[in-house]
């Protein structure tokens, strides 16, 4: 029986990939450096601000990463929600069972917490881990963090994310996961990964949660 269930953020409850890109380009611009491709700087996303940073400004300019990453910093705080929004049938999700949930991102983890309190999201979240607050995934050490803060074992915990990287750090933590197909990972690499379940829908996984809990 699932007691906890535990979160990835972006691309699993959130779709933050506009505010990220649009952050990223005004670093950019902010450093006279050309802009990317939104959809470029999305395959950047999900193992956190400084790798996010690093890969937006290539190999060729990274003596400005120390500059870069403050800018980039300054520009997301700027527009932390302003076209992030939940994927459609994440609030409904979120009030199936069970009630002992957290979030665990590579993102900061001030920024993961205000970006859920400015969607009214915070609330549902006893514990939220980021990736400035404990190592970062696949390292398991956040994950058994909230285990722990949550007061569940790992074998009774669900960890829901959208990429290999989250699969990863379940299967180190000992903790199942289920993988979602609508975030930034693709369905066939993430089905290859082996997670324990694989569902295409925030419905489909309340209906699993729903199943786990012995609802």
Known sequence: ????????????????????????????????????????????????????????????????????????????????????????????????????RGVLTNKPGAFARDLLRGLGLLGKFPSVVGGDEAPKKPDPTGLLRLCADLGADPAHTLYVGDSSIDIATGSAAGVPVCAVGWGLGDPEELRKAGPAY?????AEVARLLARLAGV
Not at 40 to 63: N, P, Q, T
Not at 198 to 202: F, G, M, V
């Open 1 to 100: 029986m699932v007691t906890a269930v535990i979160y990835d953020l972006d691309g699993t409850l959130v779709d933050s990939r506009a505010d990220i890109a649009d952050s990223v380009n005004a670093m950019l611009s902010t450093l006279g450096l050309p802009e990317r491709d939104e959809r470029e700087i999305w395959s950047f996303i999900g193992e956190g601000a400084e790798r996010l940073v690093r890969r937006s400004l290539g190999s060729s300019h990274d003596h400005l990463f120390a500059e870069a990453i403050k800018e980039w910093h300054v520009e997301y705080a700027r527009r932390l929600v302003a076209k992030t929004r939940p994927y459609p049938g994440i609030v409904e999700l979120l009030e199936t069972p069970p009630a002992a």
């Open 198 to 202: 694989l569902c295409s829908s925030p």
